[in-house]
C-alpha cells in the first residue's frame, strides 16, 4: 500500500508565484483603464449636459415669463466666466407701486455654471454692463455690478426675441450650442465637439 505523506500533499498543491501575481494585476489595471475612459466621458458629457439643459430652461423660462407679465426681459452671461442673470430690460418707473417692485423682483434670477464648466469666450458683441437698479433684490447684486456681460438676450412680451447662439464648455473640450430663435423665441441646444 502506498502511503501519502504531508509533505507529498503539499507538493501536489502549487502556489502562486509573484510573477504570476503581478501579471494579473497588470492585467487588470489595463482592463479597468480601459473601461473607466468611456465612463468618465460619459459622466463628463452628462455633466455639461445638465448645466447647459438648466440655462436652457432659464432662457425658455424668460420667455413665458415676459409673455405673462407683458414685459421686456433679459439674458446675460459672462463670456469666458460661468455667471449668468435673468433681469427686466429697464427698471421699474419711479410711479410703480411697492408690490410691483416685488413681482418684478421675483422674477429676477442669478446663477453659475458648475465648477469647471463655462460659458464661450464670444459675447455676440460688445461687453455690456448692468445697472444696478436691475440688479437690485439679488443676493449677490454687488458682485454683479461690476461684471462684464455679453450682448443680453432680450425676450419680447410678445413672444418673440433677439437672435442669439454661444457655447457652454467643459475643460475636457465637450461643448454645446444653445441657440435662440428670433421669430419664436424658442431655444434649442446642440451637441458640440468633444476633443
Known amino acids: 500500500m502506498h502511503r501519502y505523506s504531508a509533505s507529498n500533499r503539499t507538493s501536489s498543491h502549487s502556489a502562486y508565484t509573484l ?29 455639461t449636459g445638465s448645466a447647459t439643459e438648466d440655462v436652457r430652461a432659464l432662457l425658455a423660462g424668460t420667455r413665458i415669463l415676459a409673455l405673462d407679465r407683458d414685459e421686456t426681459w433679459q439674458f446675460v452671461y459672462e463670456p469666458g466666466g460661468t455667471r449668468y442673470v435673468r433681469v427686466p430690460q429697464s427698471a421699474a ?56 456681460w455679453s450682448t443680453p438676450v432680450i425676450f419680447y412680451s410678445d413672444g418673440t426675441s433677439s437672435e442669439a447662439t454661444f457655447e457652454i464648455n467643459d475643460e475636457y473640450g465637450n461643448t454645446r ?13 446642440k451637441d458640440g465637439t468633444t476633443l
Open 19 to 47: 510573477i504570476e501575481v503581478l501579471l494579473a494585476l497588470v492585467i487588470l489595471v489595463i482592463l479597468t483603464s480601459m473601461a473607466s475612459s468611456p465612463l468618465m466621458q460619459s459622466w463628463r458629457d452628462q455633466r
Open 93 to 148: 418707473s419711479e410711479s410703480s407701486t411697492e408690490q410691483t417692485d416685488q413681482t418684478t423682483n421675483r422674477g429676477k434670477q442669478s446663477g453659475t455654471l458648475p465648477p469647471q464648466i463655462k460659458f464661450g469666450e464670444s459675447g455676440g458683441g460688445a461687453a455690456s454692463t448692468i445697472s444696478s437698479d436691475l440688479l437690485t433684490g439679488l443676493s449677490d447684486a454687488g458682485e454683479l455690478s461690476g461684471v462684464s
Open 177 to 189: 450650442t444653445v441657440s435662440v430663435r428670433e421669430l419664436t423665441g424658442g431655444v434649442t441646444v
